[in-house]
């Protein structure tokens, strides 16, 4: 395992379509790695878009869980209401990872003004998912934190979940809320938009 990329299994970033994934030596190990690791979290979060990409590359992708099991979890958090996003605030995220720019992509798409909802103290992911970006986004009600309290969060509330996919979470979780004003990096710790002189 040694000389791999570092972003190497990460479930949130391999792409069948990406250019650098398909010109990479590991491709097809890291397709088999992330398989392994959305299946394992299925059942606990919507994956189904990473599961249908890795589909493309031949994979066969068989759910562990009963269909019953699945659907059960599925109604248990609502997906995040369609909104048609501008092709202007599309293209401002074009710079990002695919799982980033898919996270951000659902945020906008959010009947709710996100800055307004941190300055109101409103969290408006409460029972949507995908499930990790509500007490992602508790972090971000408080003003301030540090990027090991995300991972810390991420760990807390999904457990289940193995430390490469925290760490893919964490990664993609954190350019979204860059990419959409949410945070600004200020030394060691991540500020609130509107929070100790940021704007």
Excluded at 2 to 29: D, I, W
Excluded at 74 to 99: D, E, M, Q
Excluded at 124 to 138: I, Y
Aim: aromatic share 8%.
């Amino acid at each position: 395992m040694n000389n791999l990329p570092g972003c190497f299994g990460m479930a949130v970033t391999f792409s069948s379509q990406s250019e650098s994934c398909g010109k990479c030596v590991h491709a097809t190990q890291c397709a088999e790695t992330c398989r392994k690791t959305l299946l394992d979290i299925h059942t606990k979060t919507d994956v189904s878009d990473f599961l249908e990409d890795l589909k493309r590359t031949g994979l066969e992708v068989i759910y562990s869980d009963s269909p019953d099991l699945v659907e059960r979890h599925n109604k248990a958090r609502k997906k995040i209401p369609k909104r048609k996003v501008s092709a202007v605030k599309l293209s401002a995220l074009t710079h990002l990872p695919r799982g980033s720019f898919e996270l951000a992509r659902k945020m906008l798409s959010l009947e709710s003004n996100l800055i307004e909802a941190v300055a109101n103290s409103r969290n408006p992911f409460c029972g949507l998912k995908p499930a990790h970006l509500e007490p992602s986004f508790e972090l971000v009600l408080k003003g301030m934190f540090k990027a090991g309290d995300l991972k810390e969060t991420l760990q807390k509330n999904f457990p289940h979940w193995t430390e490469d996919t925290v760490r893919s979470y964490y990664h993609s979780t954190i350019k979204a809320f860059e990419a959409l004003n949410l945070i600004v990096k200020k030394g060691g710790v991540y500020v609130a938009r509107g929070q100790h002189g940021t704007n």
